[in-house]
């Protein structure tokens, strides 16, 4: 699984021209699923973004997590996160795990930030989402989980 995590002011999801996911402060997290990967690593996932500290405390230092700020996450599902351009000029998306696989995962990682007191909410699992933002920061992390860990 990769993920790229925006800390943002703000982040919605609008789909045939309605808003059907937005946050205010928090993070936007984009995720891709690949094939191999599991609940367990949605939860691991989860259970680190929760506990980040890329919140500014009072002395500018990123020391608060999304509880300490009382943020909100916005998932989104993003299969290009897993193009490979390698070779050619299209990238491949061989290595993304088909919707049987990655939407339960990506409803695993809400459930996951859910269960954890995060206020939550998602992007529409393979539909044209138009995703606006302002990054705040700005702050922007990669994460990659394999196995259950985040590496």
């Given at each position: ?103 339960p995962i990506i409803n695993e990682i809400v459930a ?40």
């Amino acid at each position: 699984m990769k993920t790229v995590l925006q800390r943002v002011t703000r982040a919605d999801v609008t789909v045939d021209g309605t808003v059907v996911a937005a946050i205010g402060t928090g993070i936007c997290l984009l995720v891709g699923v690949e094939e191999a990967d599991s609940f367990e690593d949605a939860r691991a996932l989860a259970s680190k973004v929760a506990g980040l500290r890329v919140f500014a405390d009072d002395a500018g230092k990123m020391n608060r997590s999304l509880d300490d700020v009382e943020g909100s996450i916005l998932v989104i599902s993003q299969f290009t996160l897993l193009g490979d351009v390698r070779r050619g000029r299209r990238p491949s998306f061989s290595a993304a795990g088909s919707p049987d696989i990655a939407a339960p995962i990506i409803n695993e990682i809400v459930a996951a930030f859910r269960d954890l007191g995060v206020e939550t909410d998602q992007g529409v699992f393979g539909a044209h989402m138009k995703v606006s933002l302002v990054n705040d920061g700005p702050v922007t992390l990669w994460l990659t989980v394999r196995d259950g860990k985040v590496l």
